[in-house]
């Protein structure tokens, strides 16, 4: 399966205002997100867009489906702090298994390094190997209003009777 | 499909137990709870119930199943402290597509008003205007035990071999 | 259906990864987890396994898939801290029908009576005697690194064709 990443800034009145106008950035504002806690199926095809958003033709479902996600975000509204937020991964060149974490913080560096060293004591875990370590991260300071900063992994949309929609 | 939006308070022992009685009090204590985040679908029809209960013969599914559900739910166990969570929308007349936001805080005043401002930056950011903000907003103030108070809207349910069950 | 119940203690180098080793000593680490809010359905039976792994062959689906699931899960990163985490449950013998309660806290006793609570709360607003308090409890103190306490309840999972799966 294709699996989809994309990032987002956003700022405005509230933060949930701000959450989702990053979200309108990473092109996905218009589901019902479903969060996922973070694993990448065998097979599994990672295509990354870093600071643009998802093209329309690539993601599965309509408007109101429900958006499976993996997501890192970080709301905050104190003037001068910042908000990051970053996911990681690996995989396995020959199955296509991999790994997901997220992390958020107020700093790009705390949360480089949470996600170098999640994916690191994830795969002694398992005592695996699936070689480098990939992340796409993103941060916004807030001035006045409140910021929001994200990353998402789209997996599948599902309509309200169930059926199923991959990713292109 | 119709969404039906009911909203509960409760007290109880524990701020779980306090949360299960508010859900108790909206009709869907029985569920287990998916939590969406949260937009319309497309011919949508809102049934509000204000503080009543769902009645039973409009809800989907069973004791047990998945309920897939938009929900703004505050705790608080501080004597003389308020819970407060209320649900808005918006929502195209001619193509039953809207937006919802949740919001939770400790005075009605500040949720009003953040439902208020997050509606209005979703229709900007969207660049549309789906007419007038409507909402709904409970709260309870804690005397001796926790309370909840929260608002919810029922989108689905699903039982556990995936079959879906609409909103009647 | 078969629901498993398994608890997790976890130590890394970061609190997501502390969770994951949790997750890995419970034998479910490779799933993306969805949470539930959490009620037994009618005709379940469940399964305890105490500190050791759910056994593979018990466990639906496969690596990448779905899993949903009640959880109850503590982290702490303060050294002499401690996580604790429990689930809690009552079943009544004649339909299966019941109830979980998740609880979480720094120390045993308040996790136990905030079980013990939850539940006769509950029941008592469902009007119901659903016999005996079952709970598992778990917890782990912080020594330099991060840790995890888990304890998880596993329903069922759904592929990425939204196949289900249920547990054995």
């Given amino acids: 399966m294709f699996i989809h990443i994309a990032s987002g800034i956003g700022s405005a009145s509230t933060k ?4 989702d106008a990053a979200l309108n950035h990473a092109g996905i504002a218009n589901y ?4 996922l806690s973070s694993v990448i199926p ?3 095809e990672i295509v990354l ?3 643009k958003p998802i093209p329309p033709h690539h993601l599965p479902g309509d408007w109101g489906d429900r958006l499976y996600v993996v997501m890192a975000e970080k709301r905050v509204d104190t003037p001068n702090a910042e908000a990051w937020a970053g996911i ?20 790009e560096k705390s949360v480089r390094r949470d996600i170098q060293q999640s994916l690191e004591a994830l795969m ?10 990939q992340m796409d991260v993103v941060g916004k300071i807030c001035v006045h209003t409140p910021v929001c900063a994200l990353v998402i992994a789209v997996y599948q949309a599902s309509n309200w009777h169930n059926q199923p929609q991959l990713c292109k």
Same sequence: chains 1, 2, 3.
């Fill in 16 to 19: 949930l205002a701000a959450f």
């Fill in 32 to 35: 019902n997100l479903v969060r």
């Fill in 42 to 44: 065998p097979n599994s």
């Fill in 49 to 51: 867009h870093d600071t």
């Fill in 88 to 107: 990681g991964w690996v995989q396995d060149k020959e199955t296509g298994k991999g790994l997901f974490v997220e992390h958020e913080g107020e700093s």
């Fill in 124 to 133: 002694a875990t398992r005592n695996v190997d699936f070689g480098p370590i």
